[in-house]
């Protein structure tokens, strides 16, 4: 399995970003895909994670309300719609996959990983 995230670039607080990412590969129809995020020194963080099979979603408490996690079958993408961005928003995000089901916030949980695309929110 392979992911390429993009989407990632600058932008001022209150503005409005998209990721995207891409998964290549051999996929199982039970996965579960999500999106981290780490600045430098900090330890990865969950943002989001989405049930492939029928489109479920759980967000961290501090993205609920701004950010949105979703899906297109056909593309075997997910993305992230991240409005109102913040400084504190500034990182390096990650996508990841994993098989299965459960909505896991861990990274230990995920396989696999993309290369990241950076994202900074200027104030």
């Known amino acids: 399995v392979q992911l390429q995230a993009f989407g990632g670039g600058s932008v001022e607080a209150g503005g409005s970003l998209r990721l995207s990412c891409v998964a290549s590969?051999?996929?199982?129809?039970?996965?579960?895909m999500a999106w981290f995020r780490q600045t430098a020194g900090k330890e990865r963080e969950f943002v989001a994670a989405?049930?492939?099979?029928?489109?479920?979603?759980y967000y961290a408490d501090s993205m609920k309300g701004r950010f949105t996690i979703s899906r297109d079958n056909v593309k075997s993408s997910v993305y992230l719609q991240m409005n109102s961005l913040k400084p504190d928003d500034t990182a390096v995000y990650y996508c990841?996959?994993?098989?299965?089901?459960?909505?896991?916030?861990?990274?230990?949980?995920?396989?696999?990983w993309g290369q990241g695309t950076l994202v900074t929110v200027s104030s």
């Open positions: 989405i049930r492939w099979s029928e489109g479920s979603t």
């Open positions: 990841a996959l994993r098989t299965g089901d459960y909505l896991y916030t861990g990274v230990e949980k995920y396989d696999n």
């Open positions: 590969g051999f996929l199982y129809s039970r996965r579960v």
